[in-house]
């Protein structure tokens, strides 16, 4: 697993070198963002043309194909307003060639996985499980029904862009780490990105078995220094994981 990529692609590659990553052998899942902040994220999306490579649908990913199937007639005008955010210069910049290429890969991404470990499964979401959902099974009816309907997004918009933890977080309510009503039980452990959290070292972090990979890879960057050089403790970078073991780094 990895943590919110954002078009750091090189620092990826390091960190899979230094784990002796074998791509006949292993496989990455990214908890999304594949794109925006970084420096390269078309480079980013064509890791999904890798066989060992795979992402959910993160926020960004999403706001950067709205821009560009705004005008397709199975795009809800809501959504468009619901997911935008500014245009980054690497959208800007792509020709019609390019903004096909980047369309067909995200419109690609699937909202949610689950990944099989032994008898167990674990599930991968960009931003959280909405707060009405109690079962993975539940979730999993949700998104599929959604798709069926061809509904508008609004009912799955938590899942890409929820804060409910770093809400409750800001205001002195986050639920304990090993609180019983955050566990959902159909699943081992459920995986998230999104939400990045400096007073943890920017390590990951739980809630019941509801566990946050993202690190702020993008933060190494100079231009985003200043907002976190008052943090003592860690630092950001790209945050690599076994799924069996997801809240040590390694």
Request: glycine letters at 6%.
């Amino acid at each position: 697993m990895v943590s919110d990529l954002h078009g750091m692609v090189d620092d990826l590659r390091e960190a899979l070198t230094r784990v002796a990553f074998d791509p006949v052998a292993d496989r990455v899942v990214c908890v999304g963002d594949l794109v925006d902040k970084g420096p390269d994220s078309l480079a980013a999306l064509r890791l999904l043309e890798e066989p060992w490579f795979t992402s959910v649908m993160g926020n960004h990913d999403l706001a950067a194909a709205v821009r560009l199937l705004a005008n397709r007639p199975d795009v809800h005008a809501d959504d468009v307003a619901r997911f935008r955010l500014p245009m980054e210069p690497w959208l800007a910049a792509l020709d019609a060639e390019g903004q096909s290429e980047v369309a067909a890969h995200i419109d690609a991404l699937p909202w949610l996985l689950e990944i099989p470990v032994g008898d167990a499964l674990i599930g991968v979401v960009h931003a959280e499980v909405p707060e009405d959902i109690e079962r993975w099974t539940d979730l999993r009816c949700r998104v599929e029904q959604v798709f069926a309907d061809r509904a508008d997004m609004a009912a799955l918009a938590p899942l890409v862009k929820g804060r409910r933890y770093l809400r409750a977080l800001k205001a002195g309510e986050l639920p304990e780490a090993d609180d019983p009503q955050a566990v959902l039980p159909d699943v081992r452990a459920v995986l998230h990105g999104h939400t990045i959290r400096a007073d943890t070292g920017f390590r990951p972090w739980r809630v019941g078995n509801r566990i946050h990979l993202d690190s702020g890879a993008f933060l190494k960057q100079p231009a985003w220094y200043d907002t976190w050089a008052h943090v003592t403790e860690g630092r950001p970078g790209l945050t690599l994981v076994d799924v069996t073991d997801p809240m040590t780094p390694l």
